[in-house]
């Protein structure tokens, strides 16, 4: 049994220092930023968003300055795949949710393109029990998916996660 602990814990300090050598720096938090707000570049804004999201996963106090700007690009970036890596962002910081999860209904109603789609249903998944009222824009976006689409069992994975029900 202890054998079976230590590897355990051993298995999740490498997780851990793999997810933290594959996120930027503290210090490069305004860079991406920057790059998040101002770039003309759509492939830019996204390394800006899905890197912050990276950083903000391992310490939210680091990315704090940047929820708001995640949370405009989410609602108002003209890229899609700009607006699917502030989705991600968003999920992976994980920002109050009585702020985010009425902002992340909203451009799930919304938003046109189908991946974007996808990450928020994602990402409303991540806040668990806390995205209850999300349950019918969900339900109402998945109608049209055949029941053994990848799309339909990514959503259902975040109701499922959402209503506290197991398969």
Do not use: H, W
């Amino acid at each position: 049994m202890k054998l079976y602990v230590a590897a355990c814990s051993i298995s999740m300090i490498a997780f851990i220092s793999f997810v933290e050598a594959q996120a930027p720096k503290r210090e490069d938090v305004p860079k991406y930023l920057k790059a998040l707000q101002s770039s003309q570049n759509a492939k830019d804004r996204a390394v800006a968003a899905s890197m912050l999201g990276k950083r903000g996963a391992i310490n939210v106090k680091d990315v704090e300055e940047a929820i708001e700007p995640l949370k405009k690009t989410l609602e108002k970036d003209v890229d899609a795949s700009v607006r699917k890596a502030a989705a991600t962002a968003i999920g992976s910081i994980a920002p109050k949710p009585d702020e985010t999860i009425p902002l992340l209904i909203e451009s799930l109603k919304k938003d046109k393109s189908s991946d974007v789609k996808l990450a928020i249903v994602e990402t409303l998944g991540r806040y668990g029990a806390d995205a209850k009222p999300a349950l019918p824009a969900i339900r109402d976006y998945a109608k049209d998916f055949d029941k053994k689409s990848k799309e339909a069992q990514l959503v259902r994975t975040a109701t499922m996660a959402i209503s506290g029900k197991k398969k």
